[in-house]
């Protein structure tokens, strides 16, 4: 998926100006690399209706380069329909013992993903945690997670051969009851395929427990079938959230958009490999980027935010070098010194500016002086700031006094102004204040 997409965005960066046209053919082209990438028909179509909607709506004339814009918007949207809770790492486990039942096929990383979060609640949480095996239907089963929990260092609970899923529910209960745990975790049993029965077996567990957190885990490298599975466990039992294991494979993340968008479920974990720690909060983000192929996207939308930046400089400085230079400009001007580091980082980019630059040196510029410059602008009335040629004694006065400061100082000021208007308007005849800027950026 990434690459295809790459290719479909590669070819959009390379035109000048999109047609709104352009954007349909390039997302017709999104939605086939969606479905390659196993999201399901309706989630992959309504992802690029709803992409398309804001890319026409923001129309494409205001964009930078229009593919930089569809880009983002595609990747804005992805984030958004990805992003479930807020806060997917968090599990409730108030109210101790607090029950979490573990729900998927088999396969999909059930046994494991119960020991890791069980790990991570004992290592991140400080809980007691406390683990049990309902997997009845799979010799050895019981034992692998028993295996695991002495590995990281967490209690099973003692494997009694010939019980049902619901005995074993209750006995678990009633253990971390009388043990003191905080959590206690049920891993069920899995089918290849779902079925009744198993839906059955899980739904009997639920009741005797009430889990407090029903995950259902999912293998991420299934595609359209994960979706399917999902909408059937929260249909039948009711699922809390998703953890997608085997991202860390080349998976392609297309599961991920479709099942939060057919279930509405949040992602909660993603598993990264069959080591204990391997996994990880869900984050939107990266899922997101996964399915673009980030590398890329990021550094295109960034790209395209520098050239909005640049364009709106270059607007600026047109202004300028008309000898339209009023306050509000210098105002910007200041506060942007201080963002790029202060007065002297800033004018030793201005190669015209040298020489005031000296002349500043010696009359103790300093960032402290921008500040009260810019507190001295913002004395003036909205006027004054577009015209300061009418500034007489008396609103002089009345500007030094509301920024707590001498005329002297705003003399300073306006002589400044003056100056920078001067040498832009003589740069902008020469062509060079664009040039200069141009160096900037
Ligand atoms: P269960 O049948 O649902 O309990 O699945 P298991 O937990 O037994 O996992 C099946 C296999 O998948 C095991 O070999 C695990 O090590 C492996 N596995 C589980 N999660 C991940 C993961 O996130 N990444 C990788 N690469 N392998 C995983
Ligand atoms: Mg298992």
């Not at 939605?31 to 989630?43: G, K, T």
């Not at 500040?371 to 300061?388: D, H």
């Amino acid at each position: 998926l990434s690459e295809r997409l790459s290719g479909v965005f590669d070819r959009l960066t390379k035109q000048g100006a999109l047609s709104e046209e352009d954007v349909k053919t390039a997302l017709r082209e999104v939605r086939v690399a969606l479905l390659e990438a196993d999201v399901s028909l309706p989630v992959a179509r309504d992802f690029v209706k709803a992409v398309q909607g804001k890319a026409t709506g923001q129309s494409v004339t205001r964009s930078v380069t229009p593919g930089q814009q569809v880009v983002k918007i595609v990747h804005d949207e992805l984030i958004h329909v990805l992003s479930g809770s807020e806060d997917p790492g968090k599990l409730k486990i108030d109210n101790p013992p607090a029950p979490i039942l573990m729900v998927g096929l088999q396969g999909s990383g059930k046994t494991t993903t119960t020991a890791k979060l069980a790990k991570r609640l004992k290592d991140r949480d400080g809980k007691r945690v406390l683990m049990a095996s309902l997997d009845v239907n799979r010799p050895a089963a019981m034992e692998q997670l028993q295996i695991l929990g002495l590995q990281i260092g967490v209690d099973t609970l003692p494997i009694v051969k010939g019980e049902d899923p619901v005995t074993i529910a209750k006995r678990a209960k009633t253990q971390a009851a009388l043990g003191g745990y905080d959590v206690y975790m049920l891993d069920t049993a899995g089918r290849l395929h779902i079925d009744q029965e198993l839906i059955a077996q899980a739904a009997a567990v639920r009741d005797a427990v009430a889990p407090r957190e029903t995950l259902l885990v999912v293998d991420g490298l299934t595609g359209q079938d994960a979706v399917n599975v999902a909408t059937e466990f929260d249909d039948k039992i009711g699922v809390s959230g998703v953890v997608l294991t085997r991202m860390d494979g080349d998976g392609r993340g297309g599961a991920a958009l479709s099942m939060r968008a057919v279930t509405g479920k949040p992602i909660r974990f993603v598993g990264l490999g069959e080591k204990m720690d391997a996994i990880e909060t869900f984050e939107p983000e990266r899922i997101a980027g996964r399915i673009l192929g980030m590398g890329d996207i990021v550094s295109l939308v960034e790209k395209a935010q520098a050239t909005l930046e640049v364009e709106q400089a270059e607007r600026m400085m047109k202004r300028f070098s008309k000898g339209q230079f009023n306050m509000n400009d210098l105002r910007t001007q200041l506060e942007q010194m201080m963002k790029m580091g202060g007065m002297q980082g800033m004018m030793s980019m201005l190669p015209g500016a040298a020489k005031m630059q000296k002349q500043m040196e010696g009359s103790g510029v300093d960032d402290k002086m921008l500040v009260r410059q810019i507190a001295l602008i913002q004395s003036m009335t909205k006027k004054e700031r577009a015209n300061p040629q009418i500034l007489q004694a008396s609103r002089k006065k009345r500007i030094a006094k509301g920024a707590g400061l001498e005329v002297a100082e705003l003399n300073k000021l306006l002589k400044m102004h003056r100056q920078m208007s001067d040498v832009m308007k003589k740069m902008g005849k020469g062509g060079m204040l664009k040039q200069a800027m141009k160096g900037m950026f």
